[in-house]
């Protein structure tokens, strides 16, 4: 079974950049997934972020577009997400999940990321 | 963007009631419809995929159905720990968007 670990700073200053990490274990980065990140506003719901898969292809939710960017790093079997000019807003337990054909599978634990001065 | 509503927002059932939760999209989606939990301070979890397909592990009380704009999710004969939120997911058209979530208690 495919096993997920986020990583990152839990604290970011209003207009800097979060950058997380999510670790693979069970499956290779390179199979036939693709590898997503969702988050989650405290005590509300799920938003979706984007997706990429090994080759590099992305999809971006585009109310996020302009501020994101993933990458995969096949050596690490891991791949990461960068949100730039955050705002008080972008508070939020972000997860990464793996799509196997639509669905997700398989979930990190999350990792907490608060914007604040 | 497909947007997903589903009903009710919160419930308050009894062990052992039948719970039913429901999900329409906006636009039709087929059955590229997935269905997920999440417990208190967990992430979600896959419950049903392709609005009717159980995930591997999960128990056979729950259930889903539906297809095109409108879908259920079944609990037959509620446990204390299904207490959840409860959230839809559609991988018909990109953005992927879920629902905005059932709270399920356990009165």
């Known amino acids: 079974q495919v096993q997920l670990q986020e990583s990152g700073p839990g604290l970011v200053k209003p207009s800097g950049t979060l950058s997380l990490t999510c670790a693979v274990s069970g499956a290779s980065i390179s199979s036939n997934n693709w590898w997503s990140w969702v988050r989650q506003p405290p005590g509300k719901g799920l938003e979706w972020i984007g997706e990429i898969y090994h080759s590099g292809s992305t999809n971006y939710n585009p109310s996020l577009k302009s501020r994101v960017t993933m990458s995969v790093d096949k050596s690490r079997n891991q791949f990461s997400l960068i949100l730039r000019s955050v705002t008080a807003a972008d508070t939020a337990m972000y997860y990464c999940a793996v799509t196997v054909n639509g669905e997700f599978d398989n979930w990190g634990q999350g990792t907490l990321v608060t914007v604040s001065s | 963007e497909i947007v997903l509503t589903q009903s009710p927002d919160f419930q308050s059932v009894t062990p052992r009631a039948k719970v039913t939760i429901t999900c329409r999209a906006s636009?039709?989606?087929?059955?590229?419809l997935h269905w997920y939990q999440q417990k208190p301070d967990q992430s979600p979890k896959l419950l049903i995929k392709y609005a009717s397909q159980s995930f591997s592990g999960v128990p056979s009380r729950f259930s889903g159905s539906g297809s095109g704009t409108d879908f259920t999710l079944t609990i037959n004969s509620l446990e204390a720990e299904d207490a959840a939120t409860y959230y839809c997911h559609q991988s018909s058209s990109l953005p992927w968007t879920f629902g905005q979530g059932t709270k399920v208690e356990i009165k």
């Open positions: 636009h039709v989606i087929g059955t590229t």
